[in-house]
Nanobody, 122 residues
Framework: VQLQASGGGLAQAGGSVRLSCAASGRTFSFYNIGWFQQAPGKEREGVSC????????YSGTAVKGRFTISRDRGKNTVYLQMNSLKPEDTAVYYCASGTGFGCLSTRSMTYWGKGTLVTVSS
């Protein structure tokens, strides 16, 4: 499985960015698929994910109501719409897929794409 994330860049606080993650080699069906962020000097943590077992969406408390994950099965692509951006959202964002328990946990993911940097200026 190869995951290719794109869409990062520079945005102003209050603005929006949409990230895309295209998968090849396997479909996302029955796999967790999610987005993680890693800010400078911090551990990688879950942002939002779609559970492979129940199809439910889970999001971290810091992004609820601002970030939305969605999936296009036909394109085998997952998106992260990021609205009302804050400077603290500045991080490298990774998409990942796997079959472990708890899709917001990095331990649940097996496949990782290269990250895409999102920088939010105040």
């Amino acid at each position: 499985v190869q995951l290719q994330a794109s869409g990062g860049g520079l945005a102003q606080a209050g603005g929006s960015v949409r990230l895309s993650c295209a998968a090849s080699g396997r479909t996302f069906s029955f796999y967790n698929i999610g987005w993680f962020q890693q800010a400078p000097g911090k551990e990688r943590e879950g942002v939002s994910c779609i559970s492979g077992s129940d199809g439910n969406i889970y999001s971290g408390t810091a992004v609820k109501g601002r970030f939305t994950i969605s999936r296009d099965r036909g394109k085998n692509t997952v998106y992260l719409q990021m609205n009302s951006l804050k400077p603290e959202d500045t991080a490298v964002y990774y998409c990942a897929s796997g079959t472990g328990f708890g899709c917001l946990s990095t331990r649940s993911m097996t496949y990782w794409g290269k990250g895409t940097l999102v920088t939010v200026s105040s």
